[in-house]
């Protein structure tokens, strides 16, 4: 590095409302014969820690105003910050006006998100959407061929080694990084105030789409080895594998937190013990039962095969029997809403394992935003709330399906909504017997589920095939009567599926000339 891409730090300006660290930072400054100049209770944290502080007031020659909305949008301030020192012009102006140069800027921002978060009200939030610090750290950001620029505690130290490095000074190399994290800082800050207002206004696509996001994880690598991939949440507060604590095993895949995701989703829409086994972002197995062991066993009998390297979701606390249970097979992850000690120890064995816990579940009838990416652009929609209830079914057969059968169809229905299309679910008793996914076809997915059913039925050592006697879900309606007549071929009894096609009638003639029930219920659960 060249002297003459070092800067030394004669004069910090710090103001934070994270004060993480800063009495140390500041401290550490000091001692080097840096001048600090700070604001309001900043300043106060500062002198109460016994470091020498001057106050912003005193600087610029202005007390803080309008409730403290003005403290450092002045020249002093700015001047300082934005001058550039190898233009004699910009030296002359700040000699001209009495301006010291600030070499250093410590900020964060009022605390928007959190103040949001905890349910403040409208005018309280905008107190909180601070204007002097973005402008702060934009300036001195702007200025980073002079100034450093300090938006996060997670800095100080590096700050620290450079200086100690270079005798007091830093070099162009750290500037550049923090002033691009700056900016970063501050456009997520916008970005949320943004999603606030659009929320308040009830505008669900805004014209202008902001987006922000925090690095959560740099991952090894993305769906493919050849792929670079990186994990980042939101500020959206819904339980999952975004706030998961991880508390076993090696750090997660792309692959897993995909397929994690899709588990623990699917699991919350059933209100008794219920579990989900997940492969490829599609389900193998799906039980609910009266204890979470039950579940466990039915939701593996529907697909073992499957199961094995798959993603293990819980709807209850993790009991040590079923995890002893989970433990006699290879599971790359599984999650739960919490843990006893007893599973805990019994899983610790796997020790390739990852252990999650979520704390809660989420809402699957909450609303909320999904995003994905094209060329050039992005989808956004609403989450898939929707949720169907027995009341809203309409009975379009000669026999209407009996209370046993009524239950698991919508079972199979809420199955169907995390299949990938086509989907088709058959269902008896409350866990799913086999499943079709992601078939160009319907008629194939009806055929392919079958024979999945049959499967497991033979390895399980059955008579016959649990398919017979069995509902059948379809995400979507049955273009023809093929799909559905494969689906009575391999014994299914009932049907639930949207309805809307030109052809209804000819299904509904089939499903009557083979006696069985069928349910329209209006809603398609399409998932690509």
């Known amino acids: 590095m060249s002297d003459a891409q070092l800067r030394p730090i004669k004069r910090a300006l710090l103001t934070v409302s994270d004060k993480t660290g800063l009495v140390a930072f500041a401290r550490a400054l000091s001692l080097r014969g840096v001048e600090i100049v700070s604001t309001g209770g900043t300043a106060k944290a500062l002198a109460e820690a016994g470091i020498g502080v001057r106050d912003v007031a005193a600087v610029t020659g202005f007390p803080e105003m309008l409730d403290g909305?003005?403290?450092?949008?002045?020249?002093?301030?700015?001047?300082?910050?934005?001058?550039?020192?190898?233009?004699?012009?910009?030296?002359?102006?700040?000699?001209?006006?009495?301006?010291?140069?600030?070499?250093?800027?410590?900020?964060?921002?009022?605390?928007?998100?959190?103040?949001?978060?905890?349910?403040?009200?409208?005018?309280?939030?905008?107190?909180?959407?601070?204007?002097g610090g973005p402008a702060l750290i934009r300036g001195a950001a702007k200025n980073h061929e002079d100034v450093v620029v300090i938006t996060d505690p997670a800095d100080y130290a590096a700050v620290l080694e450079e200086i100690?490095?270079?005798?007091?000074?830093?070099?162009?190399?750290?500037?550049?990084?923090?002033?691009?994290?700056?900016?970063?800082?501050?456009?997520?800050?916008?970005?949320?105030?943004?999603?606030?207002?659009?929320?308040?206004r009830g505008d669900t696509f805004p014209s202008v789409l902001a987006l922000q996001g925090t690095l959560k994880q740099q991952l090894r690598y993305g769906e493919n080895p050849h792929q670079q991939a990186a994990f980042y949440v939101t500020g959206e507060r819904r339980p999952g594998v975004a706030s998961a604590e991880q508390v076993q095993g090696k750090e997660l895949s792309f692959n897993n937190l995909n397929d994690t995701d899709a588990a623990f989703e699917l699991v919350a829409e059933f209100e008794a013990p219920a579990v989900a086994i997940i492969k490829h972002a599609n389900p193998c197995g799906v039980a609910e039962a009266e204890t979470l062991g039950a579940a466990y066993q039915r939701a593996l009998a529907c697909d073992p095969v499957s199961a094995y390297g798959g993603i293990i979701a819980v709807n209850r606390a993790l009991d040590g029997a079923t995890a002893e249970a989970m433990a006699k097979l290879f599971a790359e992850v599984v999650i739960a809403p919490e843990i006893t000690p007893e599973a805990a120890a019994a899983l610790k064995r796997r020790t390739q394992l990852r252990l999650l816990i979520a704390g809660a579940l989420p809402d699957p009838t909450a609303p909320g935003m999904t995003l994905r990416s094209l060329a050039g652009g992005y989808l956004l929609q609403t989450r898939d709330n929707g949720r169907i209830a027995a009341a809203v079914l309409r009975t379009v057969t000669k026999r209407a399906p009996t209370k046993a059968e009524l239950a698991d169809l919508l079972f199979a229905f809420r199955v169907a909504k995390h299949v990938k299309s086509n989907a088709i679910v058959y269902a008896k008793g409350g866990a799913t017997v086999g499943i079709g996914a992601g078939q160009m076809s319907r008629v194939d997915s009806a055929r392919i589920a079958a024979w999945k059913a049959e499967e497991a039925g033979k390895a399980a050592g059955l008579a016959e095939s649990p398919a017979k006697g069995s509902v059948v879900a379809s995400d979507a309606f049955f273009p023809f009567a093929d799909g559905l007549e494969a689906a009575i071929a391999a014994g299914a009894t009932a049907v639930i599926q949207p309805g809307g096609s030109v052809r209804d009638n000819d299904v509904i003639a089939a499903a009557d000339k083979a006696g069985i029930a069928m349910v329209f219920t209006g809603m398609r659960h399409f998932r690509h």
């Open 69 to 131: 909305r003005v403290k450092t949008l002045h020249p002093a301030i700015h001047g300082g910050l934005l001058a550039r020192r190898s233009h004699a012009a910009h030296r002359a102006a700040l000699e001209h006006h009495g301006i010291g140069a600030i070499d250093l800027l410590v900020a964060n921002l009022y605390p928007f998100a959190a103040t949001v978060a905890r349910g403040a009200g409208f005018d309280e939030c905008i107190e909180n959407i601070d204007i």
């Open 164 to 200: 100690e490095r270079h005798d007091g000074a830093t070099g162009l190399a750290l500037r550049r990084r923090l002033a691009g994290l700056a900016y970063a800082r501050t456009a997520a800050y916008d970005a949320a105030i943004a999603q606030w207002f659009a929320a308040e």
